[in-house]
């Protein structure tokens, strides 16, 4: 079993910046590709990005490049998200997730983290 924590969300003003962390623990928690989706109200939940403890390679949505940036921190056993010139529509509940497979389901999630852009 993996447990995942989210923290860093918050209310900023767009064009700012945000770096959210997931904290990952468990059994073999390394093992698993590790990433992020968000779900705006009223939306279906969407993938970000996700990244691999061992190695570092990354992998993201196409829509989601360029603003997002994912990276992990091995010794802290943490993967961050960091998202560049905030927009309104980034507004979202934004969740971590492990043992993500390439159809973008995932085997273990976080309880989220609330990120709300203002204009």
């Known amino acids: 079993q993996v447990q995942l924590v989210e923290s860093g969300g918050g209310l900023v003003q767009a064009g700012g910046s945000l770096r959210l962390s997931c904290s990952a623990s468990?059994?073999?928690?390394?093992?698993?590709?590790t990433g992020w989706f968000r779900q705006a109200p009223a939306k279906e939940r969407e993938f970000i990005a996700a990244?691999?403890?061992?190695?570092?390679?990354?992998y993201y949505d196409e829509s989601m490049k360029g603003r997002f940036t994912i990276s992990r921190d091995n010794a802290k056993s943490t993967v961050y998200l960091q998202i560049d010139s905030l927009k309104p529509e980034d507004t979202a509940v934004y969740y971590c997730?492990?043992?993500?497979?390439?159809?973008?389901?995932?085997?273990?999630w976080g309880q989220g983290t609330q990120v709300t852009v203002s204009s």
């Open positions: 997730a492990a043992g993500i497979a390439a159809d973008r389901s995932a085997d273990f």
């Open positions: 468990g059994r073999d928690y390394n093992h698993y590709v």
């Open positions: 990244i691999r403890w061992s190695g570092g390679d990354t």
